[in-house]
């Protein structure tokens, strides 16, 4: 064997790592949009926001899923408490090495807001506003609390939740009028616009200090001690 030839066998031995695997080239791939796709489709099929042959979805079925979510622990608590059940209201999903998730279904969320619906509609007539122009009412800035197809719009749920723990809201009638869980504001009048330069320095003339005014000397005086 020549020397070359030992020369190259006693230095790969060297190079190589001593056991253990080879380290890794990079850290592990992030998840891909692919497979992020995939789990919003089987949440989509599962909640019943989309049939199980439909495989895209629309900007208004994405914000659904949004609000489905979000009025999830809500609405499964007031599903239970009304109706003492689920039934198709919620999914159950099972995963390997995971404890079982309850989904709450587009039925079961759409029941849900008919509750709620029916319920603030109650309140908020106990609270003195007519039951024929309850749909009318809006919150302080002026949105509306109930939709056109009669139910509660996510400004109406945030006042209502509010009201329900008593703390301080305030909801306006058709006719401006005034309700809340406090003593309404005194006035609804918008605030004064701001004065201009001119009549601010008018004001703060007539709001200086003036120097007292000596009086007269009386008659046959010279104003002299």
Known sequence: ??????????????????????APDSAPAA????????????????????????TSWSPADDELLGH???AQARAL????????????????????????????????????????????IDYFVTKGAEEKWVFKLTDWEGKRLFDGAGLLTPAGERV?????????VFWRGGGGEV??????????????PPLSREARRTRLRAAAP???VSQPPAEGSTGMP
């Open 160 to 168: 209502y939740a509010l009201a329900r723990r008593n703390e301080k």
């Open 77 to 120: 608590d007031l599903l239970l408490r009304t109706f003492g059940g689920y039934g198709a209201w919620a999914v159950r999903v099972h995963r390997p090495g995971r404890i079982p998730e309850l989904l709450l279904t587009r039925r079961g969320y759409d029941k849900y807001r008919e509750v709620l619906t029916q319920d603030a």
């Open 179 to 192: 309700y809340g869980t406090r003593r309404p504001p005194s006035s609804n009048a918008a605030a004064p």
């Open 210 to 212: 003036r120097a007292p």
């Open 1 to 22: 064997m020549s020397a070359a030839l030992l020369f190259l066998l006693a230095w790969s031995t060297c190079a190589a790592p001593l056991g253990g695997p080879p």
């Open 68 to 70: 489905i979510r979000e």
């Open 31 to 54: 998840p891909s949009a692919a497979a992020a796709r995939r789990r919003v489709l089987q949440e989509m099929w599962r909640r019943g926001i989309l049939p199980p042959d439909q």
